[in-house]
């Protein structure tokens, strides 16, 4: 078992930065990454990184201004967000798992980003 808890979110201006974190304990994941869900939408990915080589992958529209990056030593993962869109707003879920392939089995709480124009 996994165990994520992501802090960070908050309200920023357009424009602006935001950093969230996800410490992950029990099992070491080997994939780790972020996702969202907007209000009337369904969750999607943004970016996921590899613990072992640090590759990163990210969706086209975050690309160039979101950053994530791990800290393998705290089992953490980190998205650096700026120029934040309002499209941005929406809740953000840490996922993680153990194996390199499949889907992701695990899930934090959620953390709220908020994105005011």
């Known amino acids: 078992q996994v165990q994520l808890v992501e802090s960070g979110g908050g309200l920023v201006q357009t424009g602006g930065s935001l950093i969230l974190s996800c410490a992950a304990s029990g099992r070491t994941p080997s994939v780790m990454g972020w996702f969202r869900q907007a209000p009337g939408k369904e969750r999607e990915f943004v970016a996921r990184?590899?613990?072992?080589?640090?590759?990163?992958y990210y969706t086209d529209s975050v690309k160039g201004r979101f950053t994530i990056s791990r800290d393998g030593a705290k089992n953490t993962v980190y998205l650096q967000m700026n120029s934040l869109k309002p499209e941005d707003t929406g809740v953000y879920y840490c996922?993680?798992?153990?194996?390199?392939?499949?889907?992701?089995?695990?899930w934090g709480q959620g953390t709220q980003v908020t994105v005011s124009s």
């Open positions: 996922a993680a798992k153990i194996p390199m392939i499949g889907t992701f089995d695990y």
């Open positions: 990184i590899t613990r072992s080589s640090g590759l990163t």
